[in-house]
Nanobody, 121 residues
Protein backbone atom coordinates (compact mmCIF):
# COMPACT_ATOMS: atom_id res chain seq x y z
CA UNK A 1 0.00 0.00 0.00
CA UNK A 2 1.24 3.47 -0.90
CA UNK A 3 0.25 6.65 0.90
CA UNK A 4 0.81 10.29 -0.04
CA UNK A 5 0.66 12.74 2.84
CA UNK A 6 0.48 16.45 2.09
CA UNK A 7 1.25 19.36 4.38
CA UNK A 8 1.78 23.10 4.23
CA UNK A 9 -1.56 24.54 3.18
CA UNK A 10 -3.22 27.42 4.95
CA UNK A 11 -4.48 30.98 4.77
CA UNK A 12 -2.27 33.70 3.35
CA UNK A 13 -2.75 37.24 2.08
CA UNK A 14 -2.37 38.08 -1.58
CA UNK A 15 1.29 38.48 -2.45
CA UNK A 16 2.36 36.02 0.21
CA UNK A 17 4.03 32.63 -0.04
CA UNK A 18 3.37 29.07 0.99
CA UNK A 19 5.31 25.84 0.59
CA UNK A 20 3.50 22.54 0.14
CA UNK A 21 5.11 19.16 0.78
CA UNK A 22 3.99 15.67 -0.16
CA UNK A 23 5.73 12.55 1.11
CA UNK A 24 5.16 9.08 -0.29
CA UNK A 25 5.41 6.07 2.00
CA UNK A 26 4.92 2.33 1.65
CA UNK A 27 6.50 -0.45 -0.32
CA UNK A 28 7.35 0.30 -3.95
CA UNK A 29 10.28 0.27 -6.35
CA UNK A 30 10.38 3.91 -7.35
CA UNK A 31 8.30 6.92 -8.36
CA UNK A 32 8.15 8.33 -11.85
CA UNK A 33 6.40 11.67 -12.32
CA UNK A 34 5.11 13.57 -9.29
CA UNK A 35 2.81 16.52 -9.54
CA UNK A 36 0.47 18.98 -7.93
CA UNK A 37 -3.11 19.54 -9.02
CA UNK A 38 -5.73 21.91 -7.65
CA UNK A 39 -9.48 22.11 -7.61
CA UNK A 40 -11.42 25.26 -6.86
CA UNK A 41 -15.13 25.14 -5.92
CA UNK A 42 -17.26 24.48 -8.98
CA UNK A 43 -14.25 23.89 -11.23
CA UNK A 44 -12.48 20.84 -12.60
CA UNK A 45 -9.23 19.61 -11.13
CA UNK A 46 -6.30 21.05 -13.06
CA UNK A 47 -2.59 20.39 -13.28
CA UNK A 48 -0.47 23.01 -11.52
CA UNK A 49 3.01 21.57 -11.96
CA UNK A 50 4.76 18.25 -12.48
CA UNK A 51 8.30 16.94 -12.23
CA UNK A 52 9.85 13.75 -13.59
CA UNK A 53 12.30 11.60 -11.64
CA UNK A 54 15.01 13.14 -13.81
CA UNK A 55 14.02 16.67 -12.86
CA UNK A 56 12.08 17.72 -15.94
CA UNK A 57 9.37 20.20 -14.97
CA UNK A 58 6.10 21.41 -16.44
CA UNK A 59 3.91 24.29 -15.22
CA UNK A 60 0.44 25.57 -15.89
CA UNK A 61 0.62 28.90 -17.68
CA UNK A 62 -1.19 30.63 -14.80
CA UNK A 63 1.57 29.82 -12.29
CA UNK A 64 4.71 30.14 -14.40
CA UNK A 65 7.22 32.45 -12.79
CA UNK A 66 5.42 32.32 -9.41
CA UNK A 67 5.48 28.64 -8.42
CA UNK A 68 8.41 26.22 -8.34
CA UNK A 69 8.19 22.45 -8.06
CA UNK A 70 11.05 20.32 -6.76
CA UNK A 71 11.58 16.84 -5.36
CA UNK A 72 13.89 14.88 -3.12
CA UNK A 73 14.09 11.38 -4.56
CA UNK A 74 15.85 10.00 -1.48
CA UNK A 75 12.90 11.11 0.66
CA UNK A 76 10.21 10.35 -1.95
CA UNK A 77 8.96 13.88 -1.41
CA UNK A 78 7.75 16.59 -3.76
CA UNK A 79 7.49 20.27 -2.92
CA UNK A 80 5.62 23.22 -4.34
CA UNK A 81 6.92 26.67 -3.48
CA UNK A 82 4.18 29.19 -4.17
CA UNK A 83 5.10 32.86 -4.30
CA UNK A 84 3.16 36.00 -5.23
CA UNK A 85 -0.06 34.21 -4.42
CA UNK A 86 -3.32 35.53 -5.83
CA UNK A 87 -6.92 35.05 -4.68
CA UNK A 88 -7.50 32.95 -7.80
CA UNK A 89 -4.94 30.44 -6.50
CA UNK A 90 -7.43 29.51 -3.77
CA UNK A 91 -8.21 25.80 -4.09
CA UNK A 92 -7.65 22.38 -2.61
CA UNK A 93 -4.22 21.23 -3.74
CA UNK A 94 -3.65 17.54 -4.39
CA UNK A 95 -0.40 15.64 -4.75
CA UNK A 96 -0.15 12.92 -7.39
CA UNK A 97 2.53 10.30 -7.95
CA UNK A 98 3.05 7.62 -10.60
CA UNK A 99 4.41 4.77 -8.50
CA UNK A 100 6.25 1.71 -9.77
CA UNK A 101 4.63 -0.88 -7.50
CA UNK A 102 5.76 -4.21 -6.11
CA UNK A 103 6.02 -6.99 -7.12
CA UNK A 104 5.32 -6.64 -10.85
CA UNK A 105 6.45 -3.04 -11.49
CA UNK A 106 2.98 -1.92 -12.54
CA UNK A 107 2.72 1.88 -12.64
CA UNK A 108 -0.16 3.10 -10.52
CA UNK A 109 -1.25 6.69 -9.93
CA UNK A 110 -1.86 7.67 -6.31
CA UNK A 111 -3.43 10.81 -4.86
CA UNK A 112 -3.00 12.59 -1.59
CA UNK A 113 -5.93 13.66 0.55
CA UNK A 114 -5.64 17.32 -0.44
CA UNK A 115 -4.65 20.45 1.44
CA UNK A 116 -6.58 23.73 1.40
CA UNK A 117 -4.87 26.88 0.20
CA UNK A 118 -6.80 30.11 0.72
CA UNK A 119 -5.51 33.46 -0.52
CA UNK A 120 -7.29 36.51 0.80
CA UNK A 121 -7.40 39.81 -1.09
Amino acid sequence: QVQLVESGGGLVQAGGSLRLSCAASGSFFSINTMGWYRQAPGKQRELVASITNGGGVNYAYSVKGRFAISRDNAKNTVYLQMNSLKPEDTAVYYCNADVVTRPYRNIVGYWGQGTQVTVSS
